[in-house]
Structures are given as structure tokens and as C-alpha cells.
């Protein structure tokens, strides 16, 4: 299995910026992709950004731009740097992994959580 652990989340003004980091460890061999969801209230998970163990890298249209992912494979991390919040961006950020032994064998994991909050 994989446990991650979030870390960054805050309370930052319109316009500010927050790095969020995730550190997986376990079974960190067989991790293929990782990313970030968020859930704001009321509204359903979605993803934010992905980045696969390649480094290439996808991200929700309404962050495109503002946000980058990036991820160091030596050391089982993933990081999202949020520039130029906005209110709406306010949710749970939690950290993403995909755990890959095949094409059909392939487990998904989530970590607990971090609070971004964006005032306006």
C-alpha cells in the first residue's frame, strides 16, 4: 500500500500564491501517476493537475497557468505552486496517487486533505 501525507494548505488573500507538497511512501515502487483533486463545498471532486512518471504534465482549464505541478521521483514527492488565487479556488486539495503493477492492475489513493482558503 501507499500512505501520503499533505502538507501547505493556509489562508492567503486574492491575488497570493501557496505551495502544497505531498510525500508518499510504502510501496513506492509501483507509483505511476500523481497529482492533486480539490473539492470546494457543495461542488464535486475534480482534478486539478496530473503529472506522470515521465514528467508530463495536465492541468484543469481553470488553473491553467496559474498553477504548476511538479514532482521529484527520487524522493516520492509531488508539489502544486498556486499562483494568483482567486475565491473560487478555495477547497480541500488532497494529494493523488495511481499505483501501477499493469495495464489492468492499478489501485488509486488520496491523502487526507489540506484547507486552501482565498479571500477576497
Known amino acids: 500500500q501507499v500512505q501520503l501525507v499533505e502538507s501547505g494548505g493556509g489562508l492567503v488573500q486574492f491575488g497570493g500564491s501557496l505551495r502544497l507538497s505531498c510525500a508518499a511512501s510504502?510501496?513506492?515502487?509501483?507509483?505511476?501517476?500523481m497529482g492533486w483533486y480539490r473539492q470546494a463545498p457543495g461542488k464535486e471532486r475534480e482534478l486539478v493537475a496530473v503529472?506522470?512518471?515521465?514528467?508530463?504534465?495536465n492541468y484543469a482549464g481553470s488553473v491553467k497557468g496559474r498553477f504548476i505541478i511538479s514532482r521529484d521521483n527520487t524522493k516520492n514527492t509531488v508539489s502544486l505552486q498556486m499562483n494568483s488565487l482567486k475565491p473560487e479556488d478555495t477547497a480541500v486539495y488532497y494529494c493523488?496517487?495511481?499505483?501501477?503493477?499493469?495495464?489492468?492492475?492499478?489501485?488509486?489513493?488520496w491523502g487526507q486533505g489540506t484547507q486552501v482558503t482565498v479571500s477576497s
Open positions: 503529472i506522470s512518471s515521465g514528467g508530463s504534465t
Open positions: 493523488y496517487v495511481q499505483e501501477r503493477f499493469s495495464d489492468a492492475t492499478t489501485n488509486n489513493y
Open positions: 510504502g510501496r513506492t515502487f509501483s507509483i505511476n501517476h
